[in-house]
């Protein structure tokens, strides 16, 4: 059977995707006003409010979570019996994954797109309402999440072990579930970001379905164990670079953290220029267009892109100082197969 390396990324991936896909992104800020108890611009004018949101959003994602963990245990389970047809049912998983990567493209098998949506009396008022509310997101959510999830649970019916297909349900869900948190933490700027999004949302079907066919092929073909394999190679060729020449992998894997912050940096800086020359050329024709740039300039200080910055930046500097021992940190994560 498929065995689990490559399958963590994989159910990590696939959690964001459901999370894009186009029954749950147009419906985010609703369901944030909902475990919010309140009207979405209370949320974001009243912080007391929105640390109640969050709070309830954990619960919320630990609902559907304990529903997906279930489902992935009880397929697991399943074709855990029938572990002498290991190649066949390889195959056969492959082939419904692939079926469903294309439906959820062109939507040609209907019965896939029968939904029983759970409608709230109201919103959940407590933790343990916003826990029902998230078990009953997680059974109701078939057209979208479905064709993705399905994936995952074949994925996770293929692993031949209950904890690594549950396992495998856990990441899916911290990865529908993470962002579902950035967003209530950063409310105001995820919803920006969230619309620009939605313009493109034909294309992420589009991309999601690719993704879940690319899948269903590996599978089919039995190159995921030969991925694993690479992966292995990899940490063993990192740890023997390492003790050849130390000093060489400690510079290479601090710059590869190093570069993205000076991107971030760079990028920065020269929106702030444009912005500063758009406004003295404005000043300049009596137009009213200085004030502009500078809050645009301030837009740009986005907590996400703050985030990342010093995440890149920290990871680099240690590395650089010799604080942190990137390479064995690398390779002990990629014998773990936390890809």
Known sequence: MVSGS???GIAFIAGVASFV??????????????MGGTSLQNLKEQRSLRRVAVTNTLFFIAGFTILFIALGVLFSSTLGLLSGLTTAIDIAAGIIVVIL???????????????????????????????????????????????????????????????????LLLVYSLGLGAPFLLTGLFLSQALDQLARLRRHIGSVKIASGIFLVVIGLLITLGKLKGFNAFVFGLSHSLVAW????????QLTLGALFAVPALLIALFYVLRVRRDRALGSASRSQGAPGAPRSVSTS????RPIRIGFFLVFAAIAALSFAGIVDLPTLLSGWLKFQGL
Do not use: H
């Open 6 to 8: 490559l399958n963590v």
């Open 101 to 167: 990567g294309l439906n959820f493209i062109f939507d040609f098998v209907g019965f896939l797109n029968f939904e029983r949506r759970f409608q709230p009396q109201g919103r959940p008022s407590s933790k343990v309402g916003s826990l029902l509310f998230g078990m009953a997101f997680g059974a109701g959510w078939s057209p979208c999440v479905g064709p993705i999830l399905g994936s995952i649970l074949l994925l996770a019916g293929t692993s031949s072990s209950v904890i690594k297909g549950s396992l």
């Open 21 to 34: 896909s186009p029954c749950i992104l147009p419906l985010i800020p609703a369901y944030l006003s909902l």
């Open 242 to 249: 390492q003790k050849a020449s130390p000093l060489a992998t």
């Open 298 to 301: 301030a837009a740009l200080l």
